[in-house]
């Protein structure tokens, strides 16, 4: 044996079990990095808590009759659109622009700009909003509440516990990679020494030390339908 090659035994027995073929490719991570990927903004919320502060503004949205228009419309595709919350907010910003209107019809409205966009809403709606009567029933808080921080700390602290089993086991998976491949190097040998003997021990020759193209498609294709 020259260098640090590895003999192999061709007539080594079977394992019980077959041995999988290792996943190489960039789908093999792929549903991890993506759920990784989606961890942002309110992870309590997104991860289907019940916040008191989600449920508040759930019935003061649901105080309005009409819908709002945008131009273009959103859908649920729309990355930051705008909501009931933005409006009331740009009524106390901006009372002077937050103004009715009045069609040809005499079809009364409120419109204006807000995240870029042109923005419509009906009269009744327009009207709650003056009226100041959602800020009478604090529907809203001001400030996040005492009880849906609480629940967004302990999502937090669960998730770094999650993700430090997760980091260890990606390290376990890195560190054992790096020695199959340190091993699989070695049977290749220092520039693919020569089989010394025919015997059932050997290693691999120059010819076979490092496969072409076309024979590892060969092999990819033949464990595929074994």
Not at 149 to 169: D, F, H, M, N, P
């Amino acid at each position: 044996m020259e260098g640090n090659s590895v003999p192999i035994n061709y007539l080594s027995r079977s394992l019980a079990v077959k041995l999988k073929l290792i996943q190489g490719d960039s789908d093999t991570f792929s549903d991890v990095l993506g759920l990784i990927n989606e961890y942002e903004g309110n992870l309590a919320f997104n991860l289907g808590a019940k916040l008191t502060g989600s449920r508040l503004l759930k019935a003061m949205e649901g105080a309005f009759e009409g819908s709002i228009t945008t131009t273009p419309p959103q859908t649920q595709f729309t990355p930051d659109p705008v909501t009931w919350l933005d409006i009331v907010d740009f009524a106390k910003s901006h009372p002077q622009e937050f103004q009715l209107s009045s069609t040809p019809t005499n079809q009364r409205y409120c419109q204006f700009s807000l995240k870029g966009v042109p923005v419509e809403i009906g009269e009744d709606d327009w009207r709650l909003i003056v009226s100041g009567a959602l800020d009478r029933f604090r529907l809203v808080p001001p400030q996040p509440l005492e009880e849906d921080e609480t629940a967004e700390l302990a999502t937090v602290e669960i998730l770094e516990q999650r993700l430090q089993v997760l980091i260890k086991k990606a390290d376990e998976v890195a560190r054992r990679a790096r020695q199959l491949n340190y091993h699989l190097s070695a049977i290749h040998g220092p520039g693919g020494p020569a089989l010394k003997s025919p015997g059932v021990f050997g290693q691999l020759s120059p010819a076979h030390s490092k496969s072409d193209k076309h024979s590892v498609v060969h092999a990819e294709n033949f464990y595929a339908a074994a």
